[in-house]
């Protein structure tokens, strides 16, 4: 089974502190993914990587930076915490494969409270 | 950028009653996915459904996809307390995901 974690399924940070989510998997795969998910709004891609060292940007990428330097492992970083990056983070990865074929795991989120 | 829209974005139903969910997306797609969340959980994926396809089943679960409407749905029979969960639709244009905002199913004992 693949399996994909986070390292903390709930965090509080203050505003203004720097916060790191990390998300490790351990089926090989190359892509990996980070979402947050709002009510009402779904899941929203941030980031995403697909190799070692490389990234791009996904739909709301304001505000986060990402960090690839292992395969297993993709890091999401908020410089700068706000208030509304309240939310909760998902960590998702897939193998490369035809697009008519892909699919992705995910983590089971952190739910990130920033006050 | 939100692709799909599913509808209802609330259902309640009996144990043993049948649930449906569907799922309008806007632009041509390779394949669509099923994904389900029980509550403050990771998403689970449940089943594709590949572009060229009108109809896929697993278990108790079947999907069909009418391309020409831009349209999905999702059908659980004899639906149990244990489907309570949140159920996305996910299409895939290139090698990215992109989710609908859910429907939310509860299923009463």
């Known amino acids: 089974d693949v399996k994909v974690t986070q390292s903390s399924r709930y965090l509080v940070k203050r505003t203004g502190e720097k916060v790191f989510l990390e998300c490790v998997q351990d089926m090989d795969h190359e892509n990996m993914f980070w979402y947050r998910q709002d009510p009402g709004l779904g899941l929203r891609l941030i980031y995403f990587?697909?190799?070692?060292?490389?990234?791009e940007k996904g739909d709301i990428p304001e505000g986060y930076s990402v960090s690839r330097e292992k395969k297993e492992r993709f890091s999401l970083i908020l410089e700068s915490a706000s208030t509304n990056q309240t939310s909760m983070y998902l960590c998702?990865?897939?193998?490369?494969?035809?697009?008519?074929?892909?699919?992705?795991?995910f983590g089971p989120g952190t739910r990130l409270t920033v006050t | 950028s939100q692709q799909g829209e599913e509808d209802p974005q609330a259902l309640s139903i009996q144990e043993g009653e049948n649930a449906t969910m569907n799922c309008s997306y806007k632009?041509?797609?390779?394949?669509l996915q099923w994904y389900r969340q029980n509550s403050g959980r990771g998403l689970v994926h449940l089943i594709l459904?590949?572009?060229?396809?009108r109809e896929k089943h697993s278990g108790r679960l079947r999907v069909t996809l009418d391309t020409s409407k831009k349209s999905s749905s999702l059908l659980i029979t004899a639906s149990r307390a244990a489907d309570t969960a949140s159920y996305f639709c996910a299409t895939t244009n290139t090698d990215k995901l992109i989710f609908g905002t859910g429907t939310r199913l509860q299923v009463f004992p």
């Open positions: 990587s697909y190799d070692v060292k490389m990234k």
């Open positions: 459904i590949r572009s060229n396809e």
């Open positions: 632009t041509s797609i390779n394949n």
């Open positions: 998702a990865s897939g193998l490369v494969a035809a697009p008519s074929s892909y699919e992705q795991y």
